[in-house]
């Protein structure tokens, strides 16, 4: 049972280029996360879908897009890195009903340059 | 809206010893509180969640937190660390009803000493 999986675990990019952090979850969970997480900041979320076919901003959302591409997709893009974004993501996922009991993936440190 | 508030970045307890783990939380009424583990290099795992009810909890690991309404607090335990459990613990949030956001605190990391 491989949970909640992201890709790439580490990425350095040059300031202005662009990737896609992939995220699958194969719990057959409604809702996905994207946070990010920076020393004495904990995790802050980026942007959210409650279901297949919707996407909401989080707390931080400049600079960011996201793609809900089914339900166990859910990509989140920066079209032009900027070393501000330099941080561990981390996707997570839910069933949706009210648990509130998210599982997370194992991250990827990202470095801007 | 919610916040969370964990006054200690760093603890250091020596293997053995008892632990408690700050959390201070705001929100308007009850919320859902957590506390999620994280080990290095790994992603975040719940210990242990309140949503109502009793509010001593009982989590994995051997860790308790009891929910305090009038200190606004939720703090975690455990009565004898193992060097096993060094890692950084965050205490997160959740509005009742409506959407599944958690709102996380900034992390107490955890050192065990022999």
């Known amino acids: 049972n491989a949970g909640v999986t992201q890709t790439p675990k580490f990425q350095v990019l040059k300031t202005g280029q662009s990737m896609t952090l992939q995220c699958a979850q194969d719990m057959n969970h409604n809702s996905m996360y994207w946070y990010r997480q920076d020393p004495g900041m904990g995790l802050r979320l980026i942007y959210y879908s409650a279901s297949e076919g919707t996407t909401d901003k989080g707390e931080v959302p400049n600079g960011y897009n996201v793609s809900r591409l089914n339900k166990r997709e859910f990509s989140l893009r920066l079209e032009s890195a900027a070393p501000s974004q330099t941080s561990v993501y981390f996707c997570?996922?839910?069933?949706?009903?009210?648990?509130?009991?998210?599982?997370f993936g194992s991250g990827t440190q990202l470095s801007v340059l | 809206a919610q916040s969370v508030t964990q006054p200690d970045i760093h603890i250091t307890v020596s293997e053995g010893a008892s632990l408690e783990l700050r959390c201070n939380y705001s929100y308007g009424a009850t919320p859902y509180l957590f506390w999620y583990v994280q080990s290095p290099g790994q992603g975040l795992q719940l210990l242990l969640k309140?949503?109502?009810?009793?509010?001593l909890v009982q989590g994995i690991k051997g860790f308790e937190a009891e929910f305090k309404r009038s200190q606004s607090s939720f703090n975690l335990r455990k009565p004898s660390v193992h060097w096993s459990d060094a890692a950084e613990y965050f205490c997160?949030?959740?509005?009742?009803?409506?959407?599944?956001?958690?709102?996380f605190g900034t992390g107490t990391r955890l050192t065990i000493i022999p």
């Open positions: 309140y949503f109502s009810g009793d509010t």
């Open positions: 997570a996922s839910s069933e949706g009903r009210g648990e509130k009991k998210l599982f």
């Open positions: 997160a949030v959740g509005a009742i009803g409506g959407n599944e956001k958690l709102t």
